[in-house]
Every structure is written in C-alpha cells, then in structure tokens.
C-alpha cells in the first residue's frame, strides 16, 4: 500500500503546473520548483513591475486553433521582463501542443518599448510564436545579446530595431529568424547555425557573421552588407540575395540553387564553390579574388552594367558542367587573370557563353594556363578593348597598354607624364616619366598578380603580371 501511494504521489507531482494569466500588477518572480507554468489566456507585466523567470523553468502557452493573430495569446512586457537562463536549463517558451510543430498558436513576447517595456534575456529557448520576440520601437544604441538560445518554427523569431549579438545560438524551422532591421540594428553572430528558415536574416544595416553554418534555408541571407567569414553555406535556395557591400571570405558554399546573388560592390576572396547550381552572380564593383569555382552548373554569371567595375583575378574556376563563365551582357571584358585547368581553347570555349553563342552578348577575352595554372601561354583576343590584348575594358585615359612581355609593357601616352606601377595595397613599386607617343615601360622584380599602372593625373589600368 505504502509502495502504490508512493508511485501516486510521483505521478502527481512529474505532472504539477502552475497555471497564470491576466495582468502581473506587482513584482513577480516564476520558480523552477513551480515550473511548467501554463499560460492559459495573454499576460501583461504593468510599467514598474519586475516578472523575474528563474533558469529552466518551462512557459506553456496555450494554443489557440484559428491561426487568427488578433486572437493569439501573447506576453506583453510594459514593465520589465528578466529571464536569464543557464547552458544546462534554459528558460523554454512554447505551445502546449508538441503534435503542432511549426505551426504558430501564439503571438510571442511584445515589447511595448513605447511604454518603457525592457528586457534582460539569455540562454532560452523561444517556440512555436508568431512575432517571436518584439519590440514596438526602435533602440538606437542598444545591444541584445543573446548566447546558447535556441528559435524554431516562429514565424518571426527576432524582430528587434536594435543591435543584436548572438553566440552559440540555433535558428531553425522559422519563416524569418532575425526580420529586417529598417528603422536600425545590426546583427553580429559568431558560432550558429541556421537551418530549414525561410529567411535566416534579412536587410541589416551591417552583418559581422563569423563561424557559423547556414543548411537548407531558402533564402537565407538577403541585402546586408557588412562581413561574413569562415562560414558554410549547403543545401541553401539562395545563400546570399540581393546583396551589396559585402567582403565574404574564407568561406564554403555547397549544393546551393546560388551561392552569392550581389546586386554590386560584394569583395569575394579565398572562398569554395562546388556543386551549385550558380556558384556566383557578379554586378558592378565585384571583386572576385582567389577563389576555387568547380563543379557547379555555372562557376559565374555577368550582369555588370560596367564589366570594367569588376575585378576577376586569380581564381580557379573548372569543370563547371553547364559554363565555367557565362556573360548575361552586351559589354566586352577580359578574364585573363584567372585558370580554366586546361590548355586547350577549344574546350574552354565549349564553357564560356559569350557572344560567339548569342550575339545579344559581349565578347571575353581571356588567358590560357599550363596545367598548374602558373603560368600563361597564351591570350585568347576575340576583340580589342583600349587596345590591349590582356586587361579588363579601360576607363577612358591618357595611356593605353599596347603590349606586354617579360621585362616591360609597352605603352601609349598622348601626352607627357610620370607613370608607376603600384600594387592592390597602393606600394608604388617602379615608376618613369613617359614621352608622348609610346614607350617601353620597365618591369622590376615582382611577384605573380594583379597590379595597377598608374598615370600621374589618375588614371589608372589593372594588369596581370607572371613570373
């Protein structure tokens, strides 16, 4: 007898609840030794009151099946919410309902920052929510910062006009894990992992992303500028959209429908691109620079307006299934400095889409490489731009390049001037005074890259030198 009363009371207690709802008029604090606390109807915490939740303590609201907004339950923050968990019991806030994962039954957590709602939060977990955590007004100046916090299947998980940090923390199942950051904000993540979200952040003011995995999500990362390093980008619809101002390195890009979608001004450098459907989309102010672009459908699609914008340098882009490099524009360019793994034109041709296959497009020009993509053999010159065999279309300038060998480059001036040869980091390396009319132009001991010529009154020409 003793023993069944026992197992009763066991079975009591594992299924205790505290059930809450209406207005917290005074300070409150919600225990663990209380938790799970139902939330049976919409809560207010009132201005200058204090609702403290202690770390793993469950919040369980009840769902409501119309999917109607306006009838969702939600807790309303006019005072102030502290709910600070730990990395071994995070504060939860979810739906009772587990049989409904992703489909959102309430309205998450409202900040009526109008009223001088605040909040102190970290280490939760935030479920199943319509908005998710929100704010009604923008915090210029203000930082969240948020570590080991876990957000899935909200429809919104973090919409906050605020700067916001985020460490060791999962976005995942969400139609938007961070929305747009109109009014202000910047988000800057380290060690995450977004998965499975329709959006994982959209349209910050500025991104720092570093470490982090971005898997399955549709469109993941749209028109942010900012920095993105050591990250992996697989499986993804569009990794990167609509995007402009970005410097994305060290980075891995797989399986994606497109990798990096920029609409101008992106700086991609030391980056991996493999069995996408379109490694890269280049508009104007691209910078492409040592790159590894293989086995992708398209290795790099063209749109620039102004071809002679970008700057495509040193990359290795192979065996792409569909083009290795495909132009979308009327404008002749070069791509001299960078290998296409074979010595044989024919088949090089066969992988570039240019106006040899639809006459709607420009003509590319561009080098061929031995086999270990050291060394140029030769220039492939279907047209003449600024009378060079070997650079992207100039600017229009003082100088032309004419030609160019092992020790020197032979070059066209109009008028007198000085010119020099700097390099990327603007280390002036050589420089002569040029006659009007053309002129050998010596080449000192230099290294393999991308170098400027640089005329006294400005103008500049980028040119590829090898050893």
Not at 220 to 247: H, R
Not at 410 to 430: E, K
């Amino acid at each position: 007898m003793k023993l069944l009363l026992s197992v009763l009371l066991l079975s009591v207690t594992s299924f205790a609840q505290t059930v809450v709802n209406g207005g917290i008029y005074q300070n409150t604090t919600w225990t663990q030794a209380n938790s799970p606390y139902l939330m049976t109807g919409s809560m207010v915490v009132f201005p200058g009151k204090t609702l403290t939740i202690e770390p793993g303590v469950q919040v369980l609201v009840t769902p409501d099946y119309s999917f109607n907004t306006g009838n969702l339950n939600y807790l309303e923050i006019r005072g102030s919410l502290v709910a600070v968990g730990t990395s071994t019991n995070p504060i939860v806030f979810r739906t009772t309902d587990n049989s409904i994962t992703g489909t959102q039954t309430w309205l998450g957590i409202r900040i009526k920052g109008s009223q001088g709602g605040i909040i102190s939060m970290d280490k939760f977990q935030l479920y199943d929510s319509f908005y998710g955590l929100h704010n009604d007004v923008a915090e210029p100046g203000m930082t969240y910062s948020f570590s080991n916090c876990a957000f899935k299947n909200n429809n919104y998980a973090i919409q906050m006009n605020a700067d916001m940090a985020y460490q060791n923390c999962l976005f995942e199942n969400n139609g938007v894990g961070q929305a747009a950051q109109i009014q202000y904000g910047t988000l800057t993540a380290d060690s995450c992992v977004f998965s499975g979200n329709f959006c994982s952040f959209t349209w910050s003011n500025y991104i720092n992303v570093t470490n982090s995995s971005f898997i399955g999500n549709q469109n993941n990362i749209i028109g942010s500028p900012g920095n993105v390093s050591n990250c992996e980008f697989i499986g993804n619809a569009f990794a990167f959209a609509e995007e402009y101002g970005l410097n994305i390195q060290n980075s891995y890009f797989s399986e994606n429908g497109v990798g990096i979608d920029n609409t101008g001004s992106c700086i991609v450098s030391n980056c991996t691109f493999e069995n996408n459907e379109l490694a890269l989309r280049c508009a104007d102010n691209s910078n492409l620079t040592n790159n590894v672009i293989t086995n992708n459908e398209i290795g790099i699609a063209v749109t620039a307006g102004n071809p002679n914008t970008m700057l495509i340098a040193d990359n290795v882009i192979c065996s792409n299934t569909l083009y290795n490099l495909q132009n979308q524009t009327d404008k002749n360019f070069a791509v001299n400095a960078n290998c296409f793994c074979t010595s044989d034109s024919t088949i090089i041709e066969n992988y570039l889409f240019d106006g040899y296959d639809d006459i709607t497009r420009g003509l590319v020009n561009y080098a061929i490489y031995d086999d270990s993509c050291e060394t140029i053999i030769d220039y492939v010159v279907k047209v003449n731009i600024g009378g060079t065999n070997f650079l992207t279309e100039l600017d229009n300038q003082s100088f032309e390049v004419l030609k160019q060998t092992q020790k020197s480059i032979l070059v066209y001036s109009a008028i007198q001037q000085d010119l020099q040869l700097v390099d990327l980091m603007g280390s002036i390396l050589h420089q002569q005074k040029m006659e009007a009319g053309s002129f050998d132009f010596l080449l000192p001991t230099h290294s393999t890259g991308v170098y400027l010529l640089r005329s006294s009154n400005g103008n500049s020409a980028r040119i590829y030198l090898t050893e």
